[in-house]
């Protein structure tokens, strides 16, 4: 969770490595009415705690406004372009007749460890060195990941999707 008060955001990040939004998440109910999956589950949390269902309250409070954004190796998540879909996402909600609007649209997302590194490399001429240094070691990291992720080629042939050369492998001390 990330958040600032200038305008005050509240940012949800699922981060995941190899794998996917589980459909089912622990303690879930086996209600067939409203979905247990992690994205959801965020997302009702989040329009909570930001503010967005109307209740009894001491103080009555302006809504944040509310992203939801799944890091991940690689994007297009189904759980993502489903919870766009606002009727979708309503009938996904325990008590959502509740709800005093919703975030500014769209606040469920999705971006990869690619782009993540797209996004550090194109705006590296704007950042100050710390935060260079800090990007860097980022980028290499991702990179790191993708690299090691294992391809699927069948129950008895598991293999690194790319061998990285030794110099993008960050030191064992800061990992």
């Given at each position: ?99 005093a609007g ?9 971006i990869s ?46 293999r690194p ?15």
């Amino acid at each position: 969770m990330i958040s600032w008060e200038n305008p005050p955001t509240t940012v949800f990040i699922e981060a995941k490595y190899q794998a996917e939004l589980s459909w089912r998440t622990s303690n879930s109910t086996s209600s067939r009415r409203y979905p247990g999956d992690q994205l959801i589950r965020n997302i009702r949390v989040g329009l909570h705690e930001c503010g967005y269902f109307r209740g009894n309250r001491l103080f009555e409070w302006k809504p944040r406004e509310f992203v939801v954004v799944v890091l991940s190796p690689h994007a297009n998540h189904s759980l993502v372009h489903r919870y766009r879909n606002v009727r979708t996402l309503l009938r996904s909600i325990p008590h959502s007749e509740e709800l005093a609007g919703l975030p500014s649209p769209p606040f469920v997302g999705e971006i990869s460890y690619r782009q993540v590194s797209d996004v550090l490399r194109h705006s590296r001429r704007f950042m100050s060195r710390p935060e260079r240094v800090l990007a860097e070691e980022l980028d290499r990291y991702l990179q790191f990941k993708r690299g090691s992720m294992v391809v699927d080629d069948g129950p008895r042939n598991p293999r690194p999707a790319m061998l990285w050369p030794a110099q993008l492998l960050p030191a064992a001390d800061t990992l």
